[in-house]
């Protein structure tokens, strides 16, 4: 959603210290470990308007915003040849609690109207993820796999700049590519959301030893902006997603993979009309170094 009258430019930079504890985990190999983490993260907010924003449109003041961030990430993974998951399990959490040094209102009598400082000042957010790799059912042998995760965050007293930020990207079976929620048929950070929770599954077939088929589909709910009655507010909307993909290795080390899906919630516009339902394209190249 594009609001040009509420546009602005802004900017975030965040430095991070603290404690963090490390092990292994079974079955043993190189992602396989437990890790946690407390960290104090010093950081600013820097604004500016942008070239549509509307003359009496208020914009936030910069300020100094500190976070708290509590991090938990566990990986008992067996990887394929092509470092997708094939067994075992992997999990994850973050908790932050932040708070700006100043915050006054800001906005003004656009769609959004004037959003208070007061309420956004100190805010709240955690999130988790869950995936487990297993053998498809009634199948035979080790070329058939069932794939499940869970995806789901929330919190208190977010605005649109700390608000959750979900959209499509490129999958992966990397350490950290694991916790990033994927809306399927969405683009980048095309969401931001106070809340959500996405559900995946997916059949994976070996065709050949370096390539793989994928059927997936998905279940989203995400409590994004809507504008209803000439006035912004927030609505959960589910947004249900089938998608196929084929990931095949690559010469000098490396993969490809190209996808098809459509979502049957996503929201666009065509020769000035709006529907619901949108497709995308996906093509990732990644190399090993």
């Known amino acids: 959603m594009r609001i040009d009258e509420e546009e602005l430019e802004w900017y975030r930079a965040h430095l991070g210290f603290g404690f963090g504890w490390r092990t292994s985990l079974a079955p043993g190999y190189q992602d396989n470990a437990m890790e946690m983490a407390l960290t104090y993260e010093p950081g600013v907010l820097l604004f500016s ?3 549509d924003t509307a003359d009496g449109f208020r914009e936030p003041r910069d300020t100094y915003e500190g976070r708290v961030h ?3 990430r566990a990986d008992a993974l067996e990887r394929n040849i092509m470092e ?6 992997a999990a994850g959490f973050d908790g ?4 700006r040094s100043r915050w006054d209102d800001w906005g003004g009598d656009t769609l959004s109207g004037t959003q208070d400082g007061n309420e956004h000042r100190t805010w709240y957010a955690g999130r988790f993820f869950a995936l487990t790799a297993l053998p498809m059912p009634l199948a035979d042998g080790e070329r058939d796999r069932l794939i499940a995760s869970l995806y789901g965050g929330m919190g208190s007293d977010l605005d649109r700049f700390s608000a959750f930020r979900l959209g499509g990207e490129p999958t992966g079976g990397e350490w950290e590519a694991l916790s990033r929620p994927n ?12 809340s959500y929770a996405v559900l995946n599954l997916e059949y994976r077939r070996e065709l050949l030893f370096f390539c793989y088929l994928h059927l997936r589909g998905q279940f989203a709910w995400v409590d994004r902006p809507r504008i209803e009655d000439g006035l912004l507010g927030w609505e959960m909307e589910a947004l249900p997603a089938v998608g196929v993909a084929v990931t095949c290795g690559a010469p000098w080390n490396s993969q490809v993979e190209i996808g098809f899906c459509y979502n049957f919630g996503l929201l666009r516009e065509e020769g000035g009309d709006s529907d619901f339902g949108g497709s995308a394209l996906n093509l ?5 170094f």
């Open 284 to 288: 990732s190249w990644s190399k090993e």
């Open 70 to 72: 509590v991090r938990m």
């Open 96 to 99: 932050w609690y932040a708070h």
């Open 84 to 89: 997708l998951p094939h067994a075992g399990w």
């Open 49 to 51: 308007d942008g070239s």
């Open 183 to 194: 809306v399927m048929g969405a683009i980048f950070d095309e969401f931001y959301s106070r």
